[in-house]
């Protein structure tokens, strides 16, 4: 191939792809016509909902018309997907809330450990973070209070082997927490008899807030800074709590 018909080639292709006029050469005669490129597109197709957006749209659901309320064909509804897309991706609505809260444990326990890692490692610092994260975790929009609703609600809707799983994941939850009162009473920080029980108490604490936040009246910030109160109460010693 010469220089030039290598030169002609290219200047086609870039042609082409702008949607430019391009002259096209007889190799008979050597005279130029020329031939016009469509521009002419496939339309953009609308990108179709994926995975996690279908769950949420399902979770959405569930946490408005409960679980037996909320049929596969309302949350297909809601995810913009049809019923086969939805099935497709969760063969069943006890599948859909098995994964469902599987995957909510999996981020919360993976954001507690980033965060508390990243916390001064204070002991009054480490409880002010569970408590944070927690309640964070649970209220910060409104998916997030739907979510939890579900979560807290139709636990108990999973069959046994399934409701082990989550369950190890909740035992893991309370495993960081008692951790963190642990250290605080070896640092003289928190006086606590009972450092398992009294993480338990600080987690029930945080997930209470799911159902009565919307008519408290405060702000998320007002609210984790009044309970990191009531956890530091907890831990220090008060007369009566946690006592053995």
Request: hydrophobic fraction near 45%.
């Amino acid at each position: 191939m010469s220089k030039s018909t290598a030169g002609t080639l290219s200047s086609a292709a870039r042609g082409e792809l702008s949607g430019r006029s391009l002259p096209s050469r007889s190799r008979s005669t050597g005279s130029v016509s020329v031939a016009r490129v469509s521009t002419a597109v496939d339309p953009v197709r609308r990108e179709r909902p994926g995975k996690v957006a279908i769950m949420r749209a399902a979770v959405t659901v569930m946490g408005e018309d409960g679980y037996e309320g909320a049929s596969m064909r309302d949350m297909a509804t809601r995810a913009g997907v049809s019923v086969a897309a939805l099935y497709y991706h969760f063969p069943s609505k006890h599948d859909l809330l098995r994964e469902f809260l599987d995957e909510a444990y999996d981020v919360l326990l993976d954001r507690l450990e980033r965060r508390l890692a990243d916390a001064d490692p204070a002991a009054v610092a480490q409880l002010d973070e569970v408590v944070s994260t927690l309640i964070a975790s649970y209220l910060h929009d409104h998916f997030a209070q739907m979510a939890s609703n579900v979560a807290l609600r139709e636990y108990t809707r999973l069959n046994p082997p399934e409701r082990a799983a989550i369950d190890a994941k909740r035992q893991r939850l309370l495993e960081i927490a008692e951790s963190v009162v642990v250290a605080g009473v070896e640092t003289g920080d928190f006086t606590v008899p009972d450092a398992r029980e009294a993480a338990r108490v600080v987690i029930t604490l945080s997930s209470s807030l799911v159902e009565p936040f919307p008519q408290m009246g405060r702000s998320l910030a007002d609210v984790i800074e009044l309970y990191q109160s009531f956890a530091r109460a907890i831990v220090m010693g008060v007369p009566g709590v946690c006592s053995s």
